[in-house]
């Protein structure tokens, strides 16, 4: 059969009368499309004689019934799309009028450029994998392609990261510099002499036919808490499309209309953006393709010159905030991304348009260009309130904001729970609902300072400061050493860093574990051991003797004190395994500051330990660039362990020897003779030096003096010296009474 007939524009619909040939009974149909006048560049025509099966023509509000009839982006509707659907890709081929293998075999080879491969070559629209993003992680089918009878390939990228797009060559009559060769995204001499003929209409609500909302989209807006004064200050209008109200957003920038969105009840979107508009050839009908438009917030004009810019995730959220009494919010356009970018380059929104080094330029973050576009209008800005929805995708929304906008301008919502319910309300709108315009007022006006990294207030730690204050935390003077004639000078408070040093063989070691064993008992602390110049089996000989106090062996240093008994041994060593974890190289390679750290950060996740030894320094990798003195060196890696301790409120006792003394008469050595830099008592909390008499003239040699020489918290100890005396036999230290 043949079909012949018109297309004319009327009413913000399409009519196609349709006439059948005399051969299969005349008859007459009439099927309406609805479209937007302002879109029809020229009057819309049917190729004639196009022979189709009887059953494939069907008025077109069958074949779309249950389907969306209103297309994202532009209007892909098209009475060839209908008859492709109803009869089938196979059937509509055959019906195709013939290509010249020619151009198929030129348009595989052009396409294969640039990575992309189709089942067919034959005029058709296309989905598959987009080679430049490669689907992202799922891997979806993002990529529209599709080619028309001339040959001529147009593609595009629908996945919001990429936007890859362009358009392949054809085989053009011409010479042959007009022949596309290369697989660049040019358009055809075709194409090129449409576009010239095709002149951009002015866009108004009235060349968009659009109409005032009738009362059932007032009464919606009104079960949302939206008036319809709202409605009609922020240009909200309908449009009917075979007997659906879709509602339309107008995106404006100075009065002008550049972006409309449309919105079903049921919350599903798509826009038509109507900046520059063109026409192109598309299986048989001339249909309006809008191109080039830019993006941009819902409201702009709103916000113009503002000090304070409120931005919401969607437009219904505009209109609550409005509601509410704020006229300077904004909406982005394409609601909120799954996940914070992974981008860490992405550029600032400055009004110059300048693009710092080494960023990701405007141009290519696709998904937030609409802030590019509107940066002039956040030049004034010194306030920018990020009201996005309290879920996974708002908060991502705020934070990609906050990167561009620059987090010191930001400041973030807290959305209240409903009443009587344990939910947070997820949006603006919810609030407006459930608590009425007030909470949405207190919302805003509450909102909080965006975190900065590193920048804090004090009110931050009010609740630290609190429980420190009513001494809630049991420690915060310090806990006590188990020594009565020590724990007036010195505390041990965990999150600080002690260095203890003194001369070989005075006993710091010793001191150390004596001191960990107190602490286990008081205070059931765990620890960390990084002992290098111990064997594991020797440390282990001198925590069990100070802790069971007996001796490990039947030894001369014993004093005929019987050793400790298997069953105690055995308790001995459940404790060993309980309380203390040990950090060493299994390899022959020296540990570094970091290597060690690493592992302690491990310990306190795994096994909670409230304390780390390092024991010694000079037997640890030191490695430093040529560039950096030593002093440097200490200074940078004693900061680190300060910032382990801080972070995980560990203490830490770094065990460091002093300098070979050129004249030694048996003093105690000073912090400032320890090797290596004078930022060991710089940067340490604690300074303590561990000195043991060895002049009997001078004293018991059982008696070790601790000096005190630094304390940083005056609430945990001071300046002095405290005596105690040793116990050979076990290892035990005893306050001098």
């Keep these: 059969m043949v079909l012949a007939g018109h297309v004319r524009a009327a009413g913000g619909r399409i009519q196609v009368t349709s006439v059948w040939s005399a051969s299969t009974g005349l008859a007459r149909h009439i099927w309406w499309l609805p479209v937007l006048p302002s879109l029809c560049c020229k009057p819309l025509q049917l190729r004639t004689c196009r022979t189709v099966p009887r059953r494939c023509v069907e008025p077109i509000s069958q074949l779309t019934r249950g389907k969306r009839s209103f297309y994202n982006g532009c209007f892909r509707t098209s009475l060839s799309l209908a008859i492709h659907r109803s009869m089938g890709a196979a059937a509509m081929a055959r019906e195709r009028e013939p290509v010249p293998r020619n151009n198929e075999k030129t348009t595989r080879e052009q396409l294969a450029k640039v990575n992309i491969i189709l089942p067919s070559y034959a005029p058709g629209q296309y989905r598959i994998v987009c080679p430049e993003c490669d689907g992202g992680t799922n891997r979806e089918k993002s990529l529209a392609v599709g080619i028309d009878d001339t040959g001529l390939a147009l593609w595009i990228c629908h996945r919001g990261t990429c936007g890859w797009k362009g358009s392949g060559p054809t085989k053009v009559v011409g010479t042959k510099d007009e022949a596309h060769t290369n697989g660049t995204a040019r358009p055809t001499k075709v194409a090129k002499e ?79 953006l109507v900046k520059a508009m063109v ?29 304070e810019i409120i931005i919401v995730e969607g437009e219904i959220d505009k209109l609550t905030l409005y509601e509410a009494g704020y006229t300077n919010c904004v909406s982005v356009p394409d609601g909120a991304p799954p996940k914070v970018s992974t981008d860490t380059n992405v550029s600032r929104v400055t009004s110059d348009g300048a693009v710092p080094k080494g960023s990701t330029i405007a141009t290519q973050d696709k998904k937030y260009e609409y802030l590019y576009n509107c940066r002039e209008y956040f030049t004034n800005a010194t306030r920018i309130v990020l009201a996005t929805d309290s879920d996974e995708p708002g908060l991502a929304l705020a934070e990609e904001l906050a990167r561009r906008l620059g987090r010191e301008r930001c400041w973030r919502v807290k959305w209240p729970k409903r009443e009587g319910e344990a939910a947070v309300c997820k949006d603006a709108n919810e609030v407006l609902q459930y608590l009425g315009p007030e909470a949405v007022r207190n919302v805003i006006e509450t909102s909080e300072l965006y975190p900065i990294r590193g920048l804090f207030q004090f009110s931050q730690f009010f609740k630290e400061i609190d429980d420190y204050y009513h001494l809630r935390m049991g420690d915060e003077r310090g806990v006590s050493t188990g020594w009565s004639g020590l724990d007036s000078i010195y505390r041990v408070v965990p999150g600080e860093l002690t260095v203890v040093t003194g001369v070989p063989n005075s006993g710091k070691s010793e001191w150390i574990d004596a001191l960990l064993c107190n602490l286990s008992r008081d205070y059931n602390w765990t620890f960390a051991l990084c002992s290098m110049e111990n064997k594991v089996r020797e440390h282990a000989r001198k925590l069990l003797e100070k802790h069971l106090k007996k001796p490990f062996f039947d030894a001369p240093y014993a004093n005929s004190i019987s050793r400790m008994d298997k069953g105690a041994f055995e308790r001995g060593k459940s404790w060993l395994n309980q309380n203390f974890f040990l950090i060493r190289c299994e390899d022959d390679e020296l540990p570094s500051v970091d290597w060690v750290l690493d592992l302690a950060k491990a310990a306190v996740l795994r096994h909670g330990v409230r304390g780390l030894v390092i024991d010694p320094y000079n037997e640890l990798d030191h490695q430093r660039p040529s560039s950096q003195t030593e002093t440097e060196y200490v200074s940078q890696m004693l900061t680190r362990v300060k910032r382990f301790a801080q972070h995980h409120d560990c203490h830490v006792w770094f065990v460091a020897h002093p300098k070979q003394l050129q004249v030694w008469r048996g ?19 604690n300074g303590l030096v561990i000195h043991r008499n060895r002049d009997p003239d001078a004293g018991p040699l059982d008696q070790v003096q601790v000096l005190v020489r630094k304390v940083r918290n005056k609430a945990a100890g001071t300046i002095g010296e405290a005596t105690l005396r040793y116990d050979r036999a076990t290892g035990e230290y005893a306050d001098v009474i």
């Design 279 to 307: 026409s192109d050839f598309c299986k048989g009908l001339i249909l309006a393709c809008v191109k080039g438009a830019e993006k941009v917030l819902y409201g702009l004009d709103d916000i113009k010159n503002s000090k």
């Design 194 to 272: 449409m576009k010239q003929n095709v002149k951009p209409q002015p866009i108004t609500i009235e060349s968009l036919a659009l109409q005032p909302p009738p009362i059932e989209v007032v009464e919606w807006f009104h079960e949302r808490g939206i008036s319809a004064n709202t409605l009609e200050k922020n240009q909200v209008r309908c449009i009917n499309t075979t007997g659906d109200v879709v509602i339309a957003f107008p995106y404006t920038r100075e009065g002008d209309i550049v972006n409309c969105k449309f919105r079903s009840v049921d919350k599903k979107f798509w826009q038509v």
């Design 667 to 685: 003093e105690a050595p000073g912090l400032y003779d320890i090797s290596g830099s004078a930022h060991f008592i710089n940067k340490c909390d």
